[in-house]
């Protein structure tokens, strides 16, 4: 199989072997949903004690999961099969961040899987499929919540996209979100390439990057602070500047209090806007993830690099989609969109809900966000 790369996607399957299932027939008590291996899930049907069982909501017929395994326990497995060293010289970290435990592991992701998907989503869907159980309730602790950045991330101009990913509280099935602005940049150019996280915090918590070292602060002080209001405190805070040496991810309120479209801002405009990532985040006790700071790469030639760049910019520049980006943004797909009833509004009944509101007339619908 072809990969996206173009190489041959040769995986070992052993790296995409999520736990097995043992199933418990009949009536059940914990003591008889036991195998010989402690590390092995057990599943069993809901005829016994519910308050010890799990019920399962994406079609497991009927069965639901009790006593394990819990995501530690997923993350342990996982991570026998992951490396230790990076293996190609911009290749960053994943940081595993326990939020309840408040404790952070790093590895980093196989070549087999880089080489097909290329990081980002690719990969994040990778951890994903080795640490979730779909049984849960997306807003549980065991499910984690990964972001991830591609392999070009901060490397190439235009390359500047990082995904959000998990089990969605709002369709109840696969979320994934990708959004622009610094965040993904600057988490590449801290040697980080996704960071997983999972558990529950006991407080409203900040996840604070610097140096590419992670550590957890009190998010208190910004519980009930919207997106904007947000960034000005914690620039203040940390003396910094938003695009010169601060990049974020937060909440607002809609994510604080479980909303279940809630999305996760990237900047004054960008949005992981699928899914429910906010309420996933915030079911998490997360307020924000911000990183101060970035670091230069190790390239393999770095003498290339930067005439590389300078000519994919040129290229990319003299397109007709590469000025228009430039001037309006990802909104003048906005027309197109609708002119081809891309774009539902009204359940669909619609195709738009102010008939002149295209790329070239959003600034009075967007405040203090012009730009």
């Given at each position: 199989?072809?990969g996206?790369s173009g190489?041959d996607c040769?995986?070992d399957?052993r790296?995409?072997e999520?736990?097995?299932f043992v199933?418990?027939?009949?009536?059940?008590?914990p003591?008889?949903?036991?195998?010989?291996d402690e590390n092995?899930?057990?599943?069993?049907?809901?005829?016994?004690?519910?308050?010890l069982?799990?019920p399962?909501i994406?079609g497991?017929k009927?069965?639901?999961l009790?006593?394990?395994?819990?995501?530690r326990e997923?993350?342990?497995?996982?991570?026998?099969?992951?490396?230790t060293?990076?293996?190609f010289?911009?290749?960053?970290?994943?940081?595993?961040?326990?939020?309840?435990?408040?404790e952070?592991?790093?590895?980093?992701?196989?070549?087999?899987?880089?080489?097909?998907f290329?990081?980002?989503r690719?990969?994040?869907?990778f951890?994903?499929?080795?640490?979730?159980?779909p049984?849960l309730?997306?807003?549980?602790?065991?499910?984690?919540?990964i972001?991830?950045?591609?392999?070009?991330t901060?490397v190439?101009p235009s390359?500047?996209?990082?995904?959000?990913?998990?089990?969605s509280?709002?369709s109840?099935?696969l979320?994934?979100s990708n959004?622009?602005?610094?965040?993904?940049s600057?988490?590449?150019?801290?040697?980080?390439?996704?960071?997983?996280m999972?558990?529950?915090?006991?407080?409203p918590?900040l996840?604070?990057v610097k140096g590419?070292?992670l550590?957890?602060?009190d998010?208190?002080?910004y519980v009930?602070?919207?997106?904007?209001d947000?960034?000005?405190?914690?620039?203040?805070?940390?003396?910094?500047r938003?695009g010169?040496?601060l990049?974020?991810?937060?909440?607002g309120?809609?994510g604080e209090?479980?909303?279940r479209v809630?999305?996760v801002?990237?900047g004054?405009?960008?949005?992981?806007a699928?899914g429910?990532?906010?309420a996933?985040?915030?079911?998490?006790n997360?307020?924000?993830?911000?990183i101060?700071?970035?670091?230069k790469?190790?390239y393999a030639?770095p003498?290339l690099i930067p005439k590389?760049n300078?000519?994919?910019?040129?290229q990319?520049?003299?397109?007709?989609v590469?000025?228009i980006?430039?001037?309006?943004?990802?909104?003048?797909?906005?027309?197109?969109s609708?002119?081809?009833?891309?774009m539902?509004?009204?359940?669909?009944q619609?195709?738009?809900w102010?008939?002149d509101?295209?790329s070239?007339?959003?600034?009075?619908?967007?405040?203090?966000?012009?730009?």
């Open positions: 199989m072809k996206f190489i040769r995986i399957v790296l995409l999520p736990f097995p199933e418990c027939q009949g009536s059940w008590h003591s008889e949903c036991l195998t010989d092995l899930p057990r599943a069993c049907n809901n005829e016994g004690d519910s308050s069982a799990r399962s994406n497991f009927g069965l639901v009790c006593l394990g395994p819990m995501i997923r993350v342990e497995h996982l991570f026998r099969r992951l490396a060293e990076p293996q010289k911009t290749q960053g970290r994943t940081l595993f961040v326990d939020l309840e435990r408040r952070v592991r790093d590895a980093y992701a196989p070549r087999s899987v880089v080489d097909c290329l990081g980002g690719g990969v994040n869907m951890y994903l499929a080795n640490l979730l159980d049984s309730d997306p807003e549980s602790p065991e499910i984690p919540l972001y991830g950045s591609g392999i070009a901060g190439i390359a500047s996209r990082g995904n959000l990913t998990s089990w509280p709002d109840r099935v979320m994934d959004a622009g602005d610094y965040f993904a600057f988490l590449k150019l801290n040697g980080i390439d996704h960071i997983v999972y558990g529950r915090a006991a407080q918590t996840l604070y590419g070292e550590e957890f602060r998010g208190t002080p009930g602070l919207d997106n904007l947000m960034r000005e405190r914690v620039a203040k805070d940390l003396n910094g938003w010169g040496d990049a974020m991810i937060n909440i309120r809609s209090n479980g909303v809630a999305g801002m990237t004054p405009k960008s949005l992981h699928r429910g990532t906010g996933k985040m915030g079911s998490m997360l307020k924000a993830i911000v101060q700071g970035i670091t790469l190790e030639a003498e590389k300078r000519e994919i910019a040129v990319f520049m003299g397109t007709g590469g000025k980006l430039h001037k309006r943004g990802t909104p003048f797909l906005y027309k197109p609708r002119q081809i009833w891309a539902g509004t009204k359940n669909n619609d195709t738009v102010v008939p509101l295209d070239e007339n959003f600034d009075p619908f967007r405040p203090a966000m012009s730009g």
